[in-house]
């Protein structure tokens, strides 16, 4: 089984001390719910007291329109294509001309929307001149403010907020609430003290559910142990064992997220080195995993299963017994745990 323990005391004082610095958040909840799942973080959102809470796509509002009261606005842009759920609780995201009529066809009450202006992201969004044409064809739509989401970056996002700003304010459109992603608490308390009049609604995610990590811990049963000697085979791919040995086999596999990988973001040079290294290790046929076994990363037997792990630990070092629990190092927006354990 794989575990996610939460100190339950020190996440919750985490997230009201998140709550009380960031005026205005909107907690965003999305994909696997950052390793709870989004059914229990829109209960611990409307616990917060928020007003607003942000899912990624349309497919995840069932998750959380009857837990939470408040208003629910969705990240992705309305797409004719996509199945929509209209309710007086659903915030619309609209990036496009043609999508302003789409979006209130069908309608019983003209649908609440937040028009998504295209950031040096260059994702989703209208151009500044498309949201001055927006103005004209907004009578089927009640517009509840705009929408901004910013690169993650180490740089300033000042300039390109100011921009931005400028044209909203050109474009003429009557609503003065801005939801915004990546930018610092210092950026906010600058753009807040020149745009008075607007209120500036950040949306945040990572930072709430996961900015104290020492709250968290994942660990794996070890379901079995069996010793091996050099060239000895075993898993799927009858691989052989390098030296003597045990085969140890952990809950946690590709099901989990164990094991999968997205393309990665590191910029430096040291980043491409660790890259390089780690590509080194892959043809070769070790892979670092990550369970801790005696103070150690120990490595892959065999890529991940489903369900479970085979791991190789030489001939030395300490197995604890069948049945306890192994540390486990996990990128938390990959990862579905069997259960939750708060304490």
């Given at each position: 089984?794989?575990?996610?323990?939460?100190?339950?005391?020190?996440?919750?004082?985490?997230?009201?001390?998140?709550?009380?610095?960031?005026?205005?958040?909107?907690?965003?909840?999305?994909?696997?719910?950052?390793?709870?799942?989004?059914?229990?973080?829109?209960?611990?959102?409307?616990?917060?007291?928020?007003?607003?809470?942000?899912?990624?796509?349309?497919?995840?509002?069932?998750?959380?329109?009857?837990?939470?009261?408040?208003?629910?606005?969705?990240?992705?842009?309305?797409?004719?294509?996509?199945?929509?759920?209209?309710?007086?609780?659903?915030?619309?995201?609209?990036?496009?001309?043609?999508?302003?009529?789409?979006?209130?066809?069908?309608?019983?009450?003209?649908?609440?929307?937040?028009?998504?202006?295209?950031?040096?992201?260059?994702?989703?969004?209208?151009?500044?001149?498309?949201?001055?044409?927006?103005?004209?064809?907004?009578?089927?739509?009640?517009?509840?403010?705009?929408?901004?989401?910013?690169?993650?970056?180490?740089?300033?996002?000042?300039?390109?907020?100011?921009?931005?700003?400028?044209?909203?304010?050109?474009?003429?459109?009557?609503?003065?609430?801005v939801y915004v992603s990546h930018l610092s608490d210092a950026e906010f308390a600058v753009l807040r003290a020149s745009y008075g009049d607007f209120e500036?609604?950040?949306?945040?995610?990572?930072?709430?559910?996961?900015?104290?990590?020492?709250?968290?811990?994942?660990?794996?049963?070890?379901?079995?142990?069996?010793?091996?000697?050099?060239?000895?085979?075993?898993?799927?791919?009858?691989?052989?064992?390098?030296?003597?040995?045990?085969?140890?086999?952990?809950?946690?596999?590709?099901?989990?997220?164990?094991?999968?990988?997205?393309?990665?973001?590191?910029?430096?040079?040291?980043?491409?080195?660790?890259?390089?290294?780690?590509?080194?290790?892959?043809?070769?046929?070790?892979?670092?995993?990550?369970?801790?076994?005696?103070?150690?990363?120990?490595?892959?037997?065999?890529?991940?299963?489903?369900?479970?792990?085979?791991?190789?630990?030489?001939?030395?070092?300490?197995?604890?017994?069948?049945?306890?629990?192994?540390?486990?190092?996990?990128?938390?927006?990959?990862?579905?745990?069997?259960?939750?354990?708060?304490?």
């Amino acid at each position: 089984m794989l575990t996610l323990y939460v100190d339950n005391d020190r996440w919750h004082a985490h997230l009201r001390s998140v709550v009380e610095a960031v005026p205005g958040i909107v907690p965003v909840t999305k994909g696997n719910g950052y390793g709870f799942g989004n059914r229990r973080l829109a209960v611990v959102a409307e616990q917060l007291g928020t007003d607003t809470l942000a899912v990624g796509t349309y497919a995840e509002l069932g998750d959380v329109v009857d837990t939470f009261t408040g208003s629910v606005l969705v990240l992705s842009p309305w797409r004719s294509f996509e199945p929509v759920e209209h309710g007086p609780h659903v915030v619309h995201t609209v990036g496009r001309l043609a999508d302003l009529a789409g979006v209130a066809a069908g309608a019983p009450e003209p649908p609440r929307v937040v028009l998504e202006l295209m950031t040096s992201m260059r994702r989703h969004g209208f151009s500044a001149r498309d949201l001055r044409a927006a103005r004209q064809h907004l009578d089927g739509v009640s517009v509840e403010g705009f929408a901004l989401h910013l690169p993650m970056s180490h740089t300033s996002h000042l300039s390109e907020m100011h921009r931005l700003m400028n044209d909203l304010v050109a474009s003429g459109i009557p609503t003065r609430r801005v939801y915004v992603s990546h930018l610092s608490d210092a950026e906010f308390a600058v753009l807040r003290a020149s745009y008075g009049d607007f209120e500036l609604r950040p949306r945040i995610g990572t930072r709430l559910w996961l900015g104290d990590r020492d709250a968290l811990q994942v660990r794996s049963t070890i379901l079995d142990c069996h010793e091996v000697e050099r060239g000895d085979t075993f898993g799927y791919r009858g691989r052989s064992a390098p030296r003597h040995g045990h085969i140890v086999v952990v809950s946690g596999g590709t099901a989990h997220g164990i094991g999968l990988e997205a393309p990665t973001g590191g910029a430096t040079l040291r980043d491409r080195a660790a890259t390089i290294a780690k590509g080194g290790l892959d043809a070769a046929g070790f892979v670092r995993s990550p369970f801790t076994i005696s103070g150690k990363h120990r490595l892959f037997g065999e890529p991940p299963h489903m369900q479970v792990s085979m791991l190789f630990v030489p001939d030395g070092d300490t197995i604890p017994p069948v049945g306890s629990e192994v540390d486990v190092r996990v990128r938390f927006t990959t990862t579905y745990v069997d259960r939750t354990v708060f304490s």
